[in-house]
């Protein structure tokens, strides 16, 4: 089993690759067990030519000396015993020549000319049948007489292969041999000079392989990048036009799954803004109503009942008018924004003018840093109701006495938006989960919907801008900077 999470790459590349080793090892097995083969049929075919070539030499000369031999007997007994007896030299040279019959053939002057290592891995006996040494080559083992044919023996700790061959005509044997070393050794080598271009060959084949199943890939890996590259709240379906057909059903798996789930969120973006819709109508009756009976009423308790009553519709409304905003945001696709060029500080100036009102009522010192024009990229309307909601918080969160200052400007060449408070703040542990729905954080006593930073987020993503929580005015309260990209 392979390792989790391996690269499809390499997965192929070390499969491809062991298979490939396999198959070259098997071939290299096969190449010598034959190879072996063939070495052992021609080494015991030439050894048989030797040993036959050498018998027939030997044979000649053998055979010259015993007639020779029988001839000098012939012409001594001619001669008599009492003719010998009286010419004593004569009877002395003639009985040498009879003795030459059996004289041993001397190799060592030739031996001594040997010009290849393996000669001394050789050998050739000839011996009489009486034992008598005919033929005999230095180093030769003392095998002793072996019948006749093909024979393995050892002698001194060195394998021998030999071929033997009678001769009953001239009374004696021959012996070829040499060590099965030499068979080994021409064998290894064949094998050697076989696997030399393998190694060679097999890396460039590695890289081949390797540069084919990366070809083979890139469609995939092209697709890859195209996913990983789409918005995380994009559905649009994944293009399957040059994806392999093995990934075609992962693909239109995707591309269902994305419609069920831009399904399920039109039905809870359409709920969302149907319900919302329906409840502002009840909600303005609602608030009027408890407007009248204040008015006609007399009792202080019940104008102070009337009066929660009312802030409690007010935020009702308030929270009604943040889930419109937000199921109209998210249903907002960012390809199909109205983006333009927008004056930053003209847009502060009027979100600052809305609020000063609420500003002056807490006696808080709502206040506008804006020395020059700012141009970014964007919707205008959805960026004023993301600076609205930034400005709303900071002043609906600060205490009476604080300060709020709304400021524009560019950074790193990119333009920005910026609200600072010298609020309570917002310890830097719970600053990511203040973007879920819903969430206003620990000991907030101030009213509020939680919705107004999961709008301001989905309309930073819209922008394709980018938000940042940091400490505000004084080293206290809450810094929100939203950076733009840089305009072309």
């Known amino acids: 089993m392979f390792p989790q999470n391996l690269s499809l790459r390499f997965k192929l590349l070390l499969i491809l690759g062991a298979s490939t080793l396999l198959v070259w090892l098997t071939v290299i097995a096969l190449v010598y067990r034959q190879s072996s083969h063939e070495v052992e049929e021609v080494f015991d075919a030439n050894l048989a030519i030797e040993a036959r070539v050498l018998t027939a030499l030997l044979r000649h000369e053998v055979g010259e000396e015993l007639e020779r031999s029988r001839k000098v007997e012939q012409l001594m007994a001619l001669l008599g015993e009492e003719h010998l007896r009286r010419n004593p030299a004569l009877a002395a040279f003639l009985a040498g020549q009879v003795k030459k019959g059996k004289d041993e053939v001397e190799l060592e002057d030739f031996w001594d000319q040997a010009v290849h290592e393996y000669e001394a891995k050789l050998f050739l006996t000839a011996r009489y049948y009486s034992g008598e040494v005919l033929l005999k080559s230095p180093g030769a083992p003392d095998i002793g007489h072996t019948p006749a044919g093909y024979f393995d023996t050892g002698k001194g700790g060195v394998q021998w292969r030999g071929f033997a061959i009678d001769d009953p005509a001239t009374g004696f044997y021959v012996q070829v041999g040499e060590q099965v070393a030499i068979r080994h050794e021409l064998a290894e080598n064949v094998v050697f000079n076989t696997l030399m271009p393998i190694l060679i060959a097999f890396p460039v084949q590695l890289l081949l392989v390797w540069f084919g199943v990366s070809r083979g890939l890139h469609p995939l890996v092209r697709l890859t990048r195209e996913v990983g590259r789409r918005e995380p709240g994009s559905l649009d379906p994944v293009p399957n036009r040059d994806a392999p057909r093995e990934a075609l059903p992962l693909v239109e798996a995707i591309n269902r799954l994305f419609g069920r789930i831009r399904t399920a969120m039109e039905n809870e973006r359409r709920f969302t803004a149907d319900a919302a819709h329906e409840l502002r109508t009840p909600l303005a009756a609602l608030k009027t109503n408890v407007q009248v009976a204040a008015r006609n009423t007399e009792d202080a308790e019940m104008r102070r009942c009337l009066g929660r009553i009312g802030e409690g519709v007010d935020r009702a409304a308030h ?15 960012r390809d199909l924004l109205e983006k333009r060029r927008v004056d930053l500080r003209a847009l502060a100036l009027e ?12 006696e808080i010192d709502l206040g506008l840093d804006a020395p020059t024009a700012v141009e970014a990229g964007g919707d205008a309307a959805y960026l004023q109701i993301l600076l609205r909601n930034l400005v709303d918080n900071a002043v609906r969160y600060t205490p009476e006495g604080g300060q709020v200052t709304v400021s524009t400007g560019t950074a790193s060449g990119g333009p920005y938006l910026e609200v600072a408070d010298n609020g309570p703040g917002i310890p830097a542990a719970e600053r990511e989960r203040m973007f879920a729905r819903f969430h206003r954080g620990q000991g907030v006593q101030a009213t509020g919907s939680g919705l107004g930073m999961s709008i301001v987020e989905r309309i930073v993503e819209l922008h394709g801008a ?17 950076s733009f990209p840089v305009l072309p």
Do not use: C, P
């Not at 929270?319 to 696709?333: G, N």
């Not at 979100?351 to 807490?362: E, F």
């Not at 080293?475 to 939203?482: C, P």
């Open 319 to 333: 929270l009604v008018d943040q889930l419109l905003t937000l199921a109209r945001a998210e249903a907002r696709d």
């Open 351 to 362: 979100v600052v003018s809305g609020h000063s009102q609420k500003a002056l009522d807490k």
């Open 466 to 482: 980018r938000i940042v929580l940091d400490e505000g005015l004084e080293g206290r309260g809450l810094r929100v900077r939203v």
